[in-house]
C-alpha cells in the first residue's frame, strides 16, 4: 500500500473490508490533546462503565512507514503474539508487512486476514508435531529451529521448507543471559548457543534440509544489541560455518524485535543501515518489530470501581489490572504511565490540569494482592465513576490477559479513532 493512497479514512476503509461497518472516529489532529478530547463522547456514546481500548488506525499506518522509511531493506514480519487484534493485523497486511507466528492458531488467524503463506515466517524454536504438519499443509514454508531433535521432528513433517537456525546473541552481547552456563543450568528457554551452530549445522546437512540463514532471539535483541561488535561476530562466525559444512551460503537474516518507536528510531535505523551494508552487504534482512509497530497505536480506558484513602494515601481499584492488560507489570517489569481521567466528577475539567495531586496506589479488580498496578504515584483526586487511561498498551496487554477470578480481561472491547497519518522527513 502506498503511503499516498491510505492518508485518509475513506481510503484506508476502502482497501480493509474488515472497517466497513465499524464505528470509526476522526480525530481533528494527530496529538493526545484530540484524543482526549473524543474520549468523552466514546464514554458517554458507546461504552458501559467496562475497560475499553482505542486503537488509532492512522498512528498505526504512520508507525508502519516510519519503519519502512527509515529501514526500507529490513521487511517488517510483526509478531502475531503481540497483539493478535484481528484489525491491526488486517492493517498491517494490507499495508505490506509479513507476519510471524507462533502457533498453529497465530498461522490461522494470519491466513484469515487475507495474507499469503509466503509471507508467514514460523518462528517457534520448538513446535508440536501437528503444527509442523498444518504449516506444511497451508504452505507455511519458513520455520526456525535451535535444537536436533526439532530438526528430526522437521524432516519427518515438512521437510521442503526453508529454515532459520536460531541464535541467542545476548552470550555474545553481554545481555541478559551471558553468564549462563553450557550445562543447562539456568539457562535462556530459546535459541542456539554459538558453540552449538556447527553441530546443528552439520547434522541439518546430513538430512537434507534447506538452511537459508539466522534468526536472532526475538524481542530480546533490537538495535544496541544486534549492532553490538560480539553480536556481529556470532553471525559472522556462523555464516562462515556454512559452506564448509556443505551448505549453501546463507540469505536471510533475523535480526529479531525489541525496537521501540521515539524521537531516537532514525539514529539507531542509521546505525543498522551501516552496520549490514559493511558486514552483510549481500544478505536479505528481516526483522520482528513488535512493539514498534503496536504499542504506541493503543490506549486502554479503565474505570475506577472503589476508593479508599488512608492517611495521606489515596487508594483507588479499577476494573483491569496486572492479571489482565496490564501484565508486563509483572512479566516485564514495566512502570506504566497513568492519566486521571475524571469525566465523572469533574466534567469541566476532566483532565484535572491545575489541580494538587496526591500520593495515590491503584490496584486491580481481583482479590489477590499481587494485582497492585502502582504505588506511590502522583495523581489528581478521582472518585468512584471516573476513569484512568494508560496510553501505549497496544504490545503485550490484551494479547497476555488471563480471566482470573472471573474478570474477562481476554474480552475487552476495542473502540476506534483515525489521526491523520504522519509520513517521515527524509532520512
Known sequence: ???????????????????????????????????????????????????????????????????????????????????????????LSNLGACFDCSSRSEIARVLNSGVSPDRIMFSNPCKSEDHIKYAASVGVKTLVFDSIEELEKIRKYHSRCSLLLHIDVSQASGGEGASHSHSGSGAKKCGSLPHEVIPLLKHAQRLGLDIIGISLEPEECGSRTMTSTAAVEVVSNAFKAFTPNGLPI????????????????????ATIRQTFQAKFPNIAVIATPGRFLAEAAFMLVT?????????DTKEYWINDGVYGSMNSVI???????????????????????????????VFGPTC??????????????????????????????????????????????????FSKPSLPTKV
Open 1 to 91: 500500500m502506498e503511503p499516498q493512497k491510505c492518508l485518509t479514512l475513506p481510503s484506508l476503509i476502502m482497501q480493509i473490508p474488515s472497517l466497513r461497518g465499524i464505528k470509526v472516529r476522526e480525530l481533528s489532529s494527530p496529538s493526545q490533546d484530540s484524543l482526549y478530547s473524543t474520549l468523552p463522547n466514546i464514554i458517554d456514546e458507546d461504552t458501559p462503565l467496562d475497560p475499553f481500548y482505542i486503537m488509532d488506525l492512522g498512528m498505526l499506518v504512520t508507525l508502519y512507514h516510519s519503519w519502512v522509511h527509515h529501514l526500507p531493506s529490513i521487511k517488517p514480519f510483526f509478531p502475531v503474539r503481540c497483539n493478535p487484534d484481528q484489525t491491526l493485523l488486517s492493517v
Open 250 to 269: 546463507p540469505r536471510v537474516i533475523n535480526v529479531g524485535g525489541g525496537f521501540n518507536w521515539s524521537t531516537a528510531f532514525a539514529k539507531e535505523a
Open 303 to 311: 474505570n475506577v470501581i472503589g476508593k479508599r484513602v488512608r492517611g
Open 331 to 361: 512479566y516485564h517489569r514495566k512502570s506504566i504511565h497513568a492519566v486521571a481521567f475524571a469525566w465523572t466528577s469533574n466534567r469541566a475539567n476532566p483532565l484535572c490540569k491545575g489541580l494538587p495531586t496526591f500520593r495515590s496506589t
Open 368 to 417: 489477590d494482592a499481587l494485582d497492585t498496578v502502582f504505588t506511590d504515584r502522583q495523581l489528581p483526586e478521582l472518585h468512584v465513576g471516573d476513569w484512568v487511561v494508560f496510553p501505549n498498551m497496544g504490545a503485550y496487554a490484551h494479547a497476555s490477559a488471563t480471566n482470573f477470578n472471573g474478570f474477562s480481561a481476554t474480552s475487552i472491547h476495542t473502540k476506534f479513532v
